[in-house]
């Protein structure tokens, strides 16, 4: 992960998205995503899982965010409280790239 800052930051390489076992990202709540969708033709979706331990029972969700044809969306950041310690993402499709960046 690249951390940015005010004098900029070469952005990390994309990472191609996995549609069939997804991907991990360290979280410490300032990560933030660039999720580009490199398709010529149909919006693809990125789906964040989130789990919350609340009295010991785990609770878990997710949100997923729309990413139109040629369009590159910064996400987060992503409150370790809401989504823990590692960030579940998972695309509908490998035309969608991943950048994970954390914000200074």
């Known amino acids: 992960m690249t951390t940015s800052d005010r004098a900029g930051t070469a952005l990390p390489a994309a990472t191609v998205g996995d549609p069939t076992n997804g991907h991990t990202i360290v979280n410490d709540g ?51 409280a809401d989504y823990g310690s590692a960030l579940l993402v998972d695309v509908d499709n490998a035309e969608l790239k991943i950048r994970a960046i954390r914000s200074a």
């Open 30 to 80: 300032r990560t933030l995503l660039l999720v580009e969708n490199t398709g010529s033709t149909v919006a693809r979706t990125v789906t964040l899982q989130m789990s919350k331990a609340v009295d010991g029972l785990t609770l878990t969700g997710s949100r997923t965010v729309s990413v139109a044809t040629g369009v590159t969306r910064l996400l987060g950041p992503y409150p370790t």
